[in-house]
């Protein structure tokens, strides 16, 4: 694991990160940003531009309004022979006032490397007034932008400490040789260079056949292996340093090379022609710490989401992407390794980037069920990917209900649950939730009637409402029966005391009593 002493406010702390092996990418300065799409990506927070006047290690910057400088999202990339840098921010790149408005301006897009991975050669980001600061960094990949155009792109060598250690690395360096030594931000060397002479003034043809022409803030504009190219709104830009421009040590071996370890911070700072307050501001993200420049293309497996929630019913679903997050080629495949009883993917083997589709028998348990998928990519980076796979259990029951007697269904007797639509007896209802339900009945017209007395009605009790309680997976059964009013069911208890039964009775009573007292009357006048 690899580590590196920051600076946050008062507090000391590690930025500890574990190396990773990066592969490599092939990148195109062309303003043109979609080759950036696989490289991973870190961010910064927005508005938290800041001044450039602190430099003690425990300052707190003073915030600073300038959107050119805001610093949103950052990434790093190699490949043999290149590193490339990309930035974007909420303003503009590399914008800068031109000295017919004013005071010419300047904007700087800056990558700070520690070479070798020590934290005790260079220099702390807070002696140039960046923060977060964090310590070790020797050498920088940096572009100007000056009075509103490109000036230069440069290699900056920081391991100087006086005036001393910076005029010998002036001559170490004609010779193509840097040391990397202990330094300050303040003294530094600073140079541009050519792949092939250009007969430039002072231009230092070097030993292997190229040059550098030794350069300084708003000098002439000397264009060379650095490049750099903004997107057209000017809000993104990519930078490339070639490997060889950071030259080599003494023993001739390369500072920067596939292999190599480094750690990296990003910044953008500008003049304060077209900030609030004609102040200076600049914005550093966090560092990328042990980034091992990998010296292979290497696909990177990456499956999203690793877990799928699936309803209990049956069905497809094209819910699981997989991506190559690398550059290499990612031959896949995918197989369930649980669950291969109830659930089947397709495609099982693929090429580069595709979909997984799930297909999926209903759950007729009331439990949930687990599956897990495994996609595979033996030649890639972070296989295998492991995802699990939920499926709802069955969460609602049924409802039968019989309606007695025949009379009643034939009267128009019905039923409803929850309010919902009448039916008739022996009808089914599903789908109904887990809990408690109210059944309710309907009520009917009078069964019409006819005696010695004439027509009549005799009204139907309607059933109470009832609560009925549904189980997962179950079908509950319950029967209401309808009564009919009559003397018999009236001095049984049923309600209704109002009726054509309680007449009935009345009148009967009333014969039984008159019909003996005619016997007797008849009986004395024969006497």
């Known amino acids: 694991m690899y580590a590196k002493v920051c600076m946050f406010g008062l507090v000391a702390a590690m930025c500890a990160a574990y190396a990773f092996a990066e592969p490599i990418h092939r990148i195109t300065i062309d303003g043109s940003f979609d080759d950036w799409a696989d490289v991973p990506s870190h961010v910064d927070a927005a508005d938290n531009t800041h001044d450039t006047d602190h430099s003690g290690p425990d300052d707190t910057p003073v915030y600073i309004q300038h959107e050119d400088v805001d610093l949103l999202e950052f990434k790093l990339a190699h490949d043999e022979s290149n590193l490339y840098a990309y930035f974007r921010a909420t303003g503009v790149i590399g914008r800068t006032q031109t000295a017919d408005a004013g005071r010419a301006g300047r904007y700087y897009v800056i990558v700070t490397i520690d070479v070798d991975n020590d934290d005790s ?99 002439p504009v000397y264009q060379g292996i650095i490049r750099i190219e903004l997107s057209p709104d000017g809000h993104e830009a990519e930078m490339v340093a070639p490997f060889r421009g950071f030259m080599a040590d003494a023993d001739g071996n390369p500072f920067m090379a596939l292999g190599k370890t480094i750690d990296v911070s990003f910044s953008l700072e500008a003049s304060g022609e077209l900030a609030v307050g004609d102040s200076w501001a600049s914005n550093t993200g966090d560092p990328i710490v042990g980034y091992y420049l990998g010296s292979e293309e290497v696909a990177v497996l990456s499956v999203d989401p690793t877990h799928v929630e699936l309803g209990q019913a049956a069905g497809t679903s094209s819910a699981i992407t997989v991506r190559n997050d690398g550059s290499g080629l990612l031959d896949w495949s995918a197989v369930v390794i649980m669950g291969n009883d109830w659930l089947s993917v397709f495609p099982t083997e693929q090429a580069g980037n595709g979909t997984i589709a799930l ?75 887990v809990g408690e339900h109210l059944v309710e009945f309907k009520d009917i017209s009078p069964e019409e009637s006819s005696d010695c007395f004439g027509p009549y009605e005799t009204p139907w009790i309607t059933p109470g409402s009832r609560i009925v309680n549904i189980a997962a997976g179950q079908t509950a059964a319950i029967t209401s029966v309808y009564y009919v009013l009559t003397p018999k069911a009236s001095a049984a208890g049923i309600p209704g005391s109002n009726s054509r039964g309680d007449v009935l009775l009345i009148a009967s009573v009333a014969s039984a009593l008159l019909v003996p007292r005619r016997r007797r009357t008849a009986s004395a006048i024969h006497g």
């Open 359 to 433: 297909t999926y028998a209903a759950n007729a348990m009331s439990s949930a069920r687990t599956g897990k998928i495994r996609v595979s990519a033996p030649a890639a980076v972070g296989s295998p990917v492991d995802v699990t796979v939920t499926q709802a259990g069955i969460r609602t029951g049924s409802l039968h209900v019989a309606i007695e007697p025949e009379n009643a269904r034939n009267a128009g007797a019905q039923w409803r649950v929850d309010g919902g639509d009448w039916r008739n007896s022996d009808a089914t209802v599903s789908g109904l939730d």
């Open 121 to 219: 050669t260079g220099y702390w980001l807070h002696e140039g007034g960046y923060y977060p600061t964090s310590a070790g960094y020797d050498m920088n990949m940096e572009v100007e932008f000056y009075d509103g155009a490109f000036n230069t792109g440069r290699y900056l060598n920081h391991g100087c400490l006086d005036e001393a250690e910076r005029d010998a690395a002036y001559v170490d360096q004609a010779n193509g040789i840097v040391n990397v030594r202990p330094g300050t931000y303040d003294w530094y060397t600073q140079w541009v260079m050519f792949d092939v002479p250009t007969g430039l003034p002072e231009e230092i043809v070097l030993p292997n056949g190229a040059s550098i022409v030794w350069v300084w803030d708003r000098g």
